[in-house]
């Protein structure tokens, strides 16, 4: 992350030097060496024409979607009371109306829990 930070820097020197993206290529190449970005993402930070227009951030722009709300506090506790009753986490799934991936880093994650013998149980047993 921070190699890739430094050399957006670099190609925001370059675009206001006015070199084109075919000159900063071997110049960031061979600063970079093997750790070096592709020519096509040198080529999209260079050609966005951001740098030449004002930008100044060389962060990376926020995506569209946001944090997954079905890991919610409500839905671990109601997973964890369904786990008592049945096992199954399809049937899980279809109850609380999430996906199974879901409910299984639920209970793999949130809870704890791992697959023995069919049966879920706590990844650190006790003598209990």
Request: aromatic share 4%.
């Amino acid at each position: 992350m921070q190699r890739s930070l430094e050399q957006r820097m670099a190609i925001k020197f370059c675009v206001k030097l006015e070199k084109s993206a075919a000159e900063t290529i071997p110049i960031l190449k061979k600063a970079f060496g093997v750790d070096c970005l592709s020519d096509r993402q040198i080529f999209r930070w260079h050609l966005r024409k951001a740098f030449a227009e004002g930008r100044e951030d060389v962060d990376d722009e926020n995506r569209a979607g946001g944090p997954s709300t079905s890991s919610s506090d409500d839905n671990v506790k109601c997973v964890r009371d369904l786990l008592n009753t049945d096992r199954r986490l399809r049937l899980i799934s279809e109850t609380l109306d999430i996906t199974k991936t879901i409910v299984h880093e639920i209970v793999s994650g949130s809870l704890g829990m791992r697959k023995v013998c069919a049966k879920l149980v706590p990844k650190v047993l006790t003598d209990d």
